[in-house]
């Protein structure tokens, strides 16, 4: 009886023993499948460009599965097609060709129903669509995954061998949650790109709309110029004939005479101002002399009046660019005057331009009162910060980069540096700012 007891408790430990060494194999897969789906985690974190998370996802499987066949294939515009999007191992007559509808074949019943279909050997399955590529491409074991985003199935992922072969279950769970990633990673990058094609189509919406400003703009002071100046001044000149007139035939009429000078005062005056709105909405300088002179006659007529002193230096030789690219830069220091003029209770102001071989640099600085940069974060609908995003956005569709450097009682500068090359055009570079 001791014998047999000592026997029987020979075989309960040999089970207890057995059990726990399933439990290790089952323990140690676990983990082998936690490090898996880690890897292809850890892989296409962060990225955002379509083909490069299929790449990765799909290389990373097939080392996992010791494989060197498979590919992805993606839902189309339709929704109704499936193609491949990415594959390895595969030829590429084989790729083009296998071409599925949904519901077609092993893969489009996959991306129709959303579950993993396996197969010892497709190429002899009745269910298979193409086998004369199948064949010719020597797969037999075919296992097919969708790749899901939430409830939608966005593709599947196929994993084959040119042997037959069993996958197990173990196989399609964890292909099924790698499966799983993709989806949410295909959906994020399509999702981005949208918002990025989103974002490109406001900034050439925000580029024409710049453009045509420009343009209305110059078509206005052009009008104003030749018909509106040249009238109060024609009107001026017609005043002083007949103040002259009057005085000359001894008319005594001190009241008709003061009222005409007055009269010839204020065409004057209003003829002043007039050319001042001519100046701001396109100066005459810019289009004659350049982006320095404009720039410089700008500076001084809105500072001088404010006992500002400007100062302008130019190094490197001076260059002229095309007129849109001189027009979108003068809407940058006119922006950055305006402000000067406006909030800085600055003494000096220096414009510092830097001609070099494939670059311009233009700072605008000041001595006033300074500010806190990280506050301005957006355009308030005070108007506060649209100067700020105006720049970045013009400088930005010349390639360009743009800041504002200011400490509160430390006063301010506004940088910008442009590229310089043969095709700069104002509106067809879209460099963004910083």
Known sequence: MKRNTRAGQSAAGAGADLNLSDRGSEAEEHYHSLVALSRVSAAISGLHELDAILRIGLDNVLNIMNGTVGGVMLRDESGQNLFYRVYHGLSDKYAEEMRLKLGEGIAGKVAQS????LLEDISSDPDAARLDLISSEGLRAFISVP?????NVLGVMNVASHVPHRFTKEDVHLLHSIGDQLGIAIEQARLHDRLRKARE????LARQNLVAEEKERRRIARELHDETSQSLSGIALQLEALIEMASQSGNQDASFIAGLRKVQSLTVQVHKEVSRVI?????T?????GLVAAARQHAKNTLQSLDIN???EVKGSEMRFPADVEAALFRVV??????IAEHSKAKNVSMVFVYQPDELALNISDDGQGFDVSRITDVEESGRGRGLFSMRERVGFLGGTSGIESRVGAGAMVWVKIPIHQDIRYGQNTGSGN
């Open 285 to 289: 300088v810019l289009d004659t002399l």
């Open 279 to 283: 100046s701001n909405l396109h100066p």
């Open 114 to 117: 959303g579950r993993a279909a």
């Open 147 to 151: 790749l899901r985003a939430r409830d």
């Open 201 to 204: 189509r406001l900034r050439k």
């Open 310 to 312: 400007v100062t302008t």
């Open 334 to 339: 006119q922006g950055a005057i305006g402000n």
